[in-house]
């Protein structure tokens, strides 16, 4: 079928509208109409060749809700009708030891991710910045009626890759965790900290963000340029999660972690990290990563977010001021996540 999508022709050029056929419904694909699209910073990353070399035209986007409007002869888990939400992946091996453990995402055998990438059958595949998306019905997952659909979007992306570190490690209550940056994966790791019982302090560079971080669920703010709030905060947090995009020195976080504390790192700059051997011996540091989550802990996040009624809090665009938005990303202009009204494509 045709489909209408915004995309990126190269690393240099701003996205504009552009049209495409996606593929067939197969027997076990479901055929998505797309409602919402958030906008993760890795959508600059990769639109811009930060990472690596992009196949072009790039369709960006990975944090899609939208409403099931076909589904193969075969698929089994959903009707026309049904909400659904597609995230980082659209498709695996499943036979792998990762994807039989839920973690699709690490596939060693067949991993397609959403976007900027080949399918099975070396065809290139987009992502929601677009009118309809096809996946296989494994990679969509169930979305509540209850949740503002909007607010689910960034829940594909910023939500499971916040969620699954500080699940993985029982973050909860007596336990003080940090969040640096507060865009949006930042935004989602406070509230899911906070929900979660544990005691929430962002790591900042503006003073300024004090107040909404309070209102999203944080005890408080340390403002890191100021070196007597940093000092202060030495040696006190159980976990650290760095979701900051930019290059930047970890050590200053290091120091704030408790002996045997451990820093998540989901952030992805360009430039690897430095970390002296001594900074992780003394206090048995854990430098640890996370990516993603697999589809069983996307689910599980996505029906803990319509229980306790998370949503991310979001600023809705227009298609034609994606560029715009990309731009004020970047300049931090955002409270927290873009989420694409696909009713203006
Ligand atoms: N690990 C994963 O699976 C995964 C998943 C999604 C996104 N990411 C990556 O996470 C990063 C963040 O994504 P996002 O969508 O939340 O981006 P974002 O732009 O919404 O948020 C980043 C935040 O970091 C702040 N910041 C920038 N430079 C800083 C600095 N030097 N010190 C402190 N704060 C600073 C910004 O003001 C902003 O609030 C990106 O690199 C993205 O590619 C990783
Ligand atoms: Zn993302
Ligand atoms: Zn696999």
């Excluded at 797309?34 to 690596?52: L, P």
């Excluded at 096809?134 to 503002?148: I, N, P, Q, T, Y």
């Excluded at 640096?180 to 994966?185: D, I, T």
Aim: hydrophobic share 40%; with cysteine.
């Amino acid at each position: 079928m045709q489909a209408k999508a915004y995309a990126a022709q190269a690393a240099d050029t701003p996205l504009a509208p552009w049209n495409f056929e996606r593929r067939d419904v197969g027997p076990q694909d479901v055929l998505i109409e797309i409602a919402y699209c958030g906008v993760c910073h890795t959508d600059v990353h990769q639109a811009r060749n930060e990472w690596f070399p992009g196949i072009f035209p790039m369709v960006p986007g990975h944090e899609i809700v939208g409403k099931i409007v076909q589904v193969g002869v075969d698929a089994k888990k959903h009707k026309p009708g049904d909400l659904a939400g597609v995230g980082v992946m659209v498709d695996s091996c499943r036979t792998c030891e990762d994807c039989r453990n839920g973690q699709e995402q690490f596939c060693s055998v067949s991993p397609v991710v959403t976007y900027n990438t080949r399918d099975k059958n070396g065809q290139p595949v987009y992502g929601g910045y677009s009118n309809y998306i096809v996946v296989h019905e494994d990679f969509a997952l169930r979305v509540s009626e209850k949740l503002d659909l909007a607010g689910v979007a960034p829940l594909l992306c910023a939500g499971i890759t916040t969620y699954s570190p500080l699940r993985r490690r029982n973050v909860g209550k007596g336990h003080k965790l940090a969040v640096v940056g507060l865009g949006g994966l930042g935004h989602m790791a406070v509230k899911f900290g906070a929900a979660f019982g544990a005691d929430v302090t962002v790591l900042s560079t503006s003073p300024n963000k004090a107040e909404a971080a309070r209102r999203l669920g944080a005890n408080r703010l340390v403002v890191t340029k100021d070196e007597e709030q940093m000092k202060a905060a030495q040696r006190s947090f159980d976990f650290i999660i760095d979701t900051v995009a930019a290059d930047h020195d970890i050590n200053p976080y290091l120091a704030t972690l408790r002996t045997n504390g451990v820093y998540v790192n989901v952030g992805m700059p360009v430039q690897p990290f430095q970390v002296p051997s001594f900074t992780l011996a003394m206090g048995n540091k854990v430098v640890a990563g996370s990516g993603a989550g697999g589809l069983p802990e996307t689910q599980e996040m996505l029906d803990f977010c319509a229980e306790k009624n998370i949503v991310a809090d979001v600023e809705l665009v227009n298609m034609k001021d994606i560029n715009a938005a990309f731009e004020r990303m970047l300049r931090g202009d955002v409270l927290y996540r873009f989420v694409i009204d696909m009713k203006t494509l």
